[in-house]
C-alpha cells in the first residue's frame, strides 16, 4: 500500500477530528509542477531556464505555505494533548481529581499506555509524511529546497521530532511499564520504546512505525554525564537542569526563564530558547530508578545549597547598601 494512502487510512479512522498533512493536495502541486517542467516552455512561461529549477513560483506559492501552515497545526495539537496527558499521569491528590473532573478523563493505565501510544504513532507517522513529501519536492526539483525548508522548520520549533514531549511521551511508557500494569495486553502496547546504554551512555529509542526510529541521546554536552534534573530547551536540545542555568549564566534560584533573550544554546547557538524550557519530569523518574542518580544527587545538594546560599548573600548585601 502506497504511504499517501496508508496516511489519509490513518487519519480518517482517528476518534476525532486532529489536524494532518494534505498529503494528497500537496501531491497534486508537485505533479502540476513536473508537467509544467516536461513542458516545452511551461504553462505561462513559468517553468524556463531562468526560474526552474532553482526558484518555481507555481510550487512555491502554494507548496511551502500550506504545508508550513498544517505542520504548525500538527505540532501544536501533539504538543498540547501530550501535555494535558503527562500532567494526569504525574498529578496526585485533589488536582489529579480536578484534571479528571475537567477532562472526564479515566486514569487506569491501560487507557493511558493507548493514549500515549495514538500520539506517539501520530507524531512519527506525520514525521514520515513531512519527510516523504519533502523529499518529492527534491526529487522533482533536482534542489535541495525540500532539505533546507526543514531546517527552517526546526529554527521555527515546528518540527514534530524536536518536541520535547516526544522525549516524554517515550519515557512516560517506560515508566508506566516499570510498574504494575492492569494487563500483559496493555504491557506489550510499547515494547517499542527503550531505554538503552552504549559504552554506559544511555539513549531512549522508539520505532513504532514505518520502521523509523527514534533515538534520543540522554548525555548532557557540558557535563558529558548523563543528564540530571533534565530540561529541554526550545530548539530541542537537551541539558542538566544545572548545567542549563551555567550556560544562560543565571541562578538556579532565579531560573532559566529569567535568561537573556540573547542567551544561545551550547550546541545549535540558538537565541531565546530558554523562557520555554520544558522540565523534562518523566525522563527523570525514568533515570532516577539508577545508581548514578544518588550517586549525582549527593553532589548536586551540595553545589545547590551553596549557590542558594550565594544567591541570598549576594541580594542581602544589595539590599543593604554593603
Not at 534534573?229 to 534560584?253: E, Q, R
Amino acid at each position: 500500500m502506497k504511504f499517501c494512502k496508508k496516511y489519509k487510512e490513518y487519519m480518517q479512522g482517528q476518534e476525532r477530528r486532529i489536524p494532518g498533512l494534505g498529503l494528497k493536495q500537496l501531491k497534486k502541486t508537485l505533479k502540476k509542477c513536473r508537467r509544467d517542467l516536461q513542458s516545452e516552455n511551461g504553462i505561462n512561461g513559468v517553468h524556463d531556464d531562468q526560474t526552474c529549477p532553482d526558484h518555481c513560483p507555481v510550487c512555491d506559492a502554494t507548496f511551502f505555505p500550506s504545508i508550513l501552515k498544517e505542520m504548525s497545526a500538527v505540532v501544536g495539537c501533539f504538543n498540547e494533548r501530550a501535555q494535558k496527558l503527562l500532567e494526569l499521569h504525574l498529578a496526585s491528590g485533589f488536582r489529579r481529581y480536578l484534571i479528571w473532573f475537567k477532562g472526564k478523563k479515566q486514569t487506569n493505565h491501560g487507557i493511558l499506555i493507548q493514549e500515549g501510544k495514538n500520539l506517539l504513532t501520530y507524531a512519527l507517522i506525520n514525521a514520515v509524511a513531512i519527510r516523504k513529501i519533502l523529499k518529492k519536492y527534491d526529487k522533482i526539483h533536482y534542489s535541495k529546497q525540500g532539505q533546507a525548508f526543514k531546517s527552517q522548520a526546526q529554527s521555527m520549533h515546528i518540527e514534530i521530532l524536536q518536541s520535547p514531549w516526544l522525549c516524554e511521551l517515550m519515557a512516560f511508557h517506560i515508566n508506566l511499564r516499570k510498574n504494575k500494569v492492569e494487563t500483559s495486553k496493555a504491557l506489550a502496547m510499547f515494547e517499542g520504546c527503550n531505554i538503552t546504554f552504549n559504552d554506559g551512555k544511555p539513549s531512549l529509542n522508539c520505532e513504532l512505525f514505518d520502521s523509523v526510529k527514534v533515538d534520543i541521546d540522554l548525555t548532557c554536552s557540558i557535563c558529558l554525564d548523563t543528564v540530571f534534573d533534565a530540561v529541554s530547551l526550545t530548539c530541542g536540545h537537551i541539558f542538566c537542569y544545572m548545567c542549563a542555568c551555567s550556560a544562560a549564566k543565571v541562578t538556579i534560584v532565579d531560573g532559566l526563564k529569567s535568561a537573556e533573550p540573547k542567551a544561545k544554546c551550547p550546541l545549535c547557538r540558538e537565541a531565546e530558547v530558554y523562557e520555554g524550557a520544558v522540565h523534562l519530569d518523566e525522563l527523570n523518574i525514568l533515570l532516577s530508578r539508577s545508581e548514578y542518580w544518588e550517586e549525582r544527587l549527593q553532589s548536586e545538594r551540595v553545589e545547590r545549597i551553596q549557590q542558594t546560599k550565594e544567591h541570598w548573600e549576594n541580594h542581602c548585601r544589595a539590599f543593604l547598601g554593603v
